[in-house]
């Protein structure tokens, strides 16, 4: 896969939601908001560029699974994929859709939906993004311990 396919890839699947309907919906019980807040900084931080404060999401140990790819640590990711990353966020628009997301005891999942607008050749794509984020209760907090990320470009541009 090329560069720009992989990096549009990869920050469809980072949106922490997306919308791909005009009415997003939020299923987040309140034993579940921690987790879900985990994964919104988590976003936020890679959005911003912001490496470090990524990493203090994440679990060492985290497996990170997209476009048939997987690695296998937080180190490993941030000390690569990442960059790429944050540098796709920077210049994309996302709208949130559909969140979903539940705990039990010490784990947690959040699996988030959106849409996300890019320019390629200087025209607009819109990619549509899935996320599902496994979460576990740890002393400092809940950590990201697997991401699954997958997307495609939508066939109607983000201004159909």
């Known amino acids: 896969m090329n560069r720009t396919a992989a990096m549009v890839t990869t920050a469809l699947l980072l949106l922490p939601v997306s919308a791909l309907s005009d009415t997003p919906t939020v299923d987040v019980p309140e034993t579940a908001r921690a987790a879900a807040a985990t994964v919104d900084r988590f976003f936020a931080a890679l959005s911003a560029g912001d490496l470090e404060r990524a990493a203090v999401e994440l679990d060492a140990d985290v497996i ?12 490993e990711y941030l000390g690569g994929h990442a960059g790429h990353d944050a540098e796709f966020l920077a210049g994309a628009a996302i709208t949130p859709g559909h969140r979903t997301a539940r705990a039990s005891g010490d784990l947690a999942w959040v699996a988030s939906e959106s849409e996300i607008a890019v320019p390629k050749d200087g025209k607009p794509i819109a990619i549509a993004s899935t996320e599902t984020m496994v979460l576990k209760s740890t002393p400092a907090g809940w950590k990201i311990v697997h991401i699954h990320w997958s997307s495609h470009v939508k066939k109607s541009s983000p201004t159909n």
């Open 64 to 75: 990170i699974l997209e476009s048939g790819g997987a690695e296998r640590s937080a180190a």
